[in-house]
């Protein structure tokens, strides 16, 4: 997180800053409603004209005109007077209360319009006052917070017709692997096809980030290396993925010196992604994922997705934590802390967590239920279902501000 | 639900499918793995000739290659022989356990390379079997499923160059009300801004639809039909906003009528929205919201979403509904079943629910916040904290199968 930079605002339209993160805090810069309106259809009258109406007795107003949502009324009403008013239309001068249309009677008399209430109104009543739902000076939304379809409507209340949001990240994907094919290429013996870069756009996209993806390079070490560097003038963070462990293939150790990074660690006690490697270039991050499927979807949730959250200027960036109810054994120790791919599910309300499937760190099945990670601290002792754990929450808008660096102490 | 319409198949690139909706279902079409591999970098050997091996007796294997990820061995692998193998690398032909590297020492002898080890192997050991991840011909993913990073590993896995997925509903926007100004207009007297088409362009995606802004009518009625008929030439579906309300200005029960539009429902025992109206015109469905955001918002949830995802063949098409204990008093009873604008928040894994701010159907502020509705039913009877009540999840991406039209019922 030292490491992490900060992005830039840009301006979009109103219809386009869904699910970007707002780059300034919202301010309401006036009242909300920005005068006293009607909530329903009916008469505004002067409350103090209304005392001494009563089934028995009821009183007679004058309608002296009438008003919709959007029109003003000019003229000043007088004792007796009232105005028929349509919702949302403002209070006309002189007037105090509401009457609801269903709760009067109309009727004609000399060529003028009358209604008449059989009880009395007290000042206010039935009037949505000005600043009632925001008050001018109001601070409503902080900056770095992601914009849901409510702060949507904030922002065209406050006249934002083009929004400040931050630039997304972006983000570059690149494969390495001898073993890989693409997408497209038909099976053949030994290979298998390049899940990892997909699975990565699409949780850069969910992250918030733009995924630029630079394709698969298993050939020599000096392609790899012109790829990273081509790669890296063009992207905010890089992510390469396989190529990490200690077998005799593995380039990214030496990518990573002859560009001259500084790798900030290669190695966690962790399970799967125990692998992961991150290093820096001039203050640029690049993430070395595991080859391996659930290791790399790992990998990217815990260590890549606080990056772009807090590029966003995002107060919560990482994966939020809560507790929950774990749903199945886990009854063998294990020395290092495991994040299993998991699905969530509520029991009268009560969150519970079970493992979304086949439990290996080469596994890509068990990702496609995921939408959460158990937490197993390590230690000498397992796990038995109906324990509490922590789990981390995959599709989660709101975050935590908890750094992933506390939670290993946390347990010991 | 009975007017609801299912969308067609469309092909996109694979890193562009994150997001959308699957239109086949996705099926294993091979093994996978789909070849017995090594999950660790070390040697494939032949497990019956290391049963003797012992620390005081190690066992020495002559070793007569190696294999790197995507590659094949081309030879048989002999009694007494092993194979530097790679992660991921298929296991050689006569091999069947691996060693991990670090339980091995390594030397030469008469220019021959050898490996020793210290314990025997048993038949299978340290192996990833063919098939232990996903087995051919396994119905892994419905059609009408949200692709989530998980899934585009799956279609990268099984050749999914492109990716069959339902076309994206379109949905008009057209909002009404003498009362609006735009958003880059100057606050004028009695009038506000137009927040709400904003706000549902943004509910449309997050539902996952594809929005299309008609712009406000405050003109006369020949307009507003004009406007709606060429609407409804472009779009799947068409939301109204505003106007439908029982006031005298209100334009579109006129135009339902003129257009020849069958109204299946126009009120509903209901706060807020009991003014929203649903109709249908040649099958194709038309919204009329209300013009006041909250109720705006809960009609979109409520009667909007459940179309779009009905439409992307999803089989949980309404707003997933569970329970949560009541974070504040609603002490006060009301008629009519309440759907409160809320905020989610766990204690120790459970769900508590408390109202986001101003609890007004014209409330704006309290929509930035919601990421649930409380369903609080209509009675006698009002709620207090600690009670335990029905939420409806609005960030969710699972969705309930349960029909809005029981959850009436339920309640009596």
């Excluded at 094919?181 to 969910?206: C, T, V, Y």
């Excluded at 935590?400 to 347990?411: A, K």
Aim: contains cysteine.
């Amino acid at each position: 997180m030292e490491f992490a930079s900060q992005g830039k605002k840009e301006l979009v339209p109103l219809a386009s800053a869904y699910g970007r993160f707002l780059a300034e805090d919202l301010i309401a810069d006036h009242d909300v409603p920005s005068f006293d309106r009607s909530p329903y259809d009916g008469f505004a009258i002067r409350a103090e004209d209304s005392a001494s109406a009563s089934a028995e007795q009821p009183i007679s107003f004058e309608v002296v005109g009438e008003i919709g949502a959007g029109f003003v009324f000019s003229e000043q009403v007088e004792c007796g007077q009232a105005v028929r008013i349509m919702t949302g239309a403002q209070i006309p001068q002189g007037c105090n209360a509401v009457v609801m249309l269903e709760l009067t009677r109309q009727y004609e008399e000399n060529g003028k319009n009358y209604m008449e209430i059989k009880r009395p109104y007290q000042k206010g009543d039935n009037i949505s006052h000005q600043g009632e739902d925001m008050k001018k000076g109001t601070a409503l939304v902080k900056k770095g917070t992601y914009i849901n379809p409510g702060i949507s409507a904030l922002l065209a209340t406050f006249g934002y017709h083009e929004v400040p949001v931050i630039q997304k990240p972006v983000i570059g994907v690149l494969a390495t692997g001898s073993e890989l094919l693409d997408a497209n290429e038909p099976l053949q013996p030994g290979k298998i096809r390049n899940s990892n870069a997909f699975m990565i756009l699409s949780q850069i996209e969910r992250a918030g980030g733009e995924a630029r993806y630079f394709g698969k390079f298993s050939d020599d070490l000096d392609t790899c290396i012109s790829a990273v560097k081509a790669a890296l003038s063009e992207v905010d963070f890089l992510i390469t993925t396989g190529g990490v462990s200690v077998g005799d293939y593995d380039y990214l150790p030496e990518i990573y010196q002859q560009l001259g990074a500084e790798v900030l660690f290669n190695k966690i006690a962790m399970r799967p992604g125990s692998v992961t490697t991150v290093a820096q270039l001039n203050n640029q991050l690049l993430f070395g994922l595991s080859g391996n499927p659930s290791a790399c979807y790992v990998g990217f949730e815990l260590f890549v997705r606080p990056i772009i959250r807090r590029f966003a200027w995002n107060e919560s960036p990482h994966l939020r934590r809560e507790k929950a109810i774990l749903g199945e054994d886990f009854k063998k120790p294990n020395p290092f802390t495991r994040f299993v791919r998991a699905t969530l599910s509520f029991n009268e309300g009560q969150l519970v967590v079970s493992p979304s499937g086949f439990n290996k760190s080469s596994a890509v099945s068990s990702l496609a239920e995921a939408n959460a990670f158990i937490v197993l601290p390590g230690g000498t002792r397992g796990y038995e279902k109906g324990m509490i754990v922590d789990v981390l929450l995959l599709e989660d808008l709101q975050g935590s501000e908890w750094p992933w660096h506390e939670i290993v102490p946390s347990y010991r």
